[in-house]
């Protein structure tokens, strides 16, 4: 196996009526919240599918099956720490990861620095090895209709010394 492994995860979640958003363990205010088995959080869920796709350790869906009936309203941040500990486990860190949202509304600018620092957190790599960008989808297809919230993460991995 190489000393160096890249994964690619993604999420995306419908909007539905509600009082918050949630992103990268950021609470939001907004008018709409993402329907979801767990808490929702597409950032987290796309940053633990880019870490487990980096040793082709299966997908959150296996790990967390949305049949269990104890993952109901699950705090996205869990499934990020089981992700990295597996990465670990296997011999590998995280070196640096870059994080994409794609929604219409509301505008996350002011939130980024929460979303990049609970992620440095969650992942145990330096600020600088965190990357969070957003933008829309000029009122194209459900995102730009505002109907739903996405997120791509891509995350670099390497061997552990």
């Known amino acids: 196996m190489s000393d160096y492994r890249i994964g690619y995860g993604e999420d995306i979640h419908r909007l539905i009526e509600g009082d918050h958003l949630l992103l990268a363990g950021v609470r939001i ?5 993402a ?7 597409v950032v987290y869920h796309a940053v633990a599918d880019a870490l487990l796709g980096s040793l082709a350790l299966g ?19 869990l499934i990020v720490k089981k992700a990295v500990n ?15 949202i794609q929604l219409e509304r509301p505008n ?6 929460a979303m990049r620092s ?5 992942l145990g790599v330096s600020l600088g090895a965190v990357s969070v960008k ?28």
């Open 134 to 161: 957003a933008g829309t989808n000029e009122g194209l297809d459900a995102i730009g209709k505002g109907e739903a919230v996405k997120a791509v993460a891509v995350v670099l991995v390497e061997k552990a010394q």
């Open 59 to 77: 997908d959150i869906g296996e790990l967390f099956p949305p049949s269990d009936k104890k993952t109901v309203g699950l705090d996205s941040a």
């Open 86 to 100: 597996l990465v670990g486990e296997n011999g590998y860190r995280v070196t640096n990861i870059d994080v994409v």
């Open 118 to 122: 609970n992620l440095a957190n969650l």
């Open 108 to 113: 996350v600018a002011s939130y980024k620095a």
């Open 35 to 41: 329907l979801a088995h767990s808490d929702g959080d």
């Open 29 to 33: 205010p907004f008018g709409k919240t």
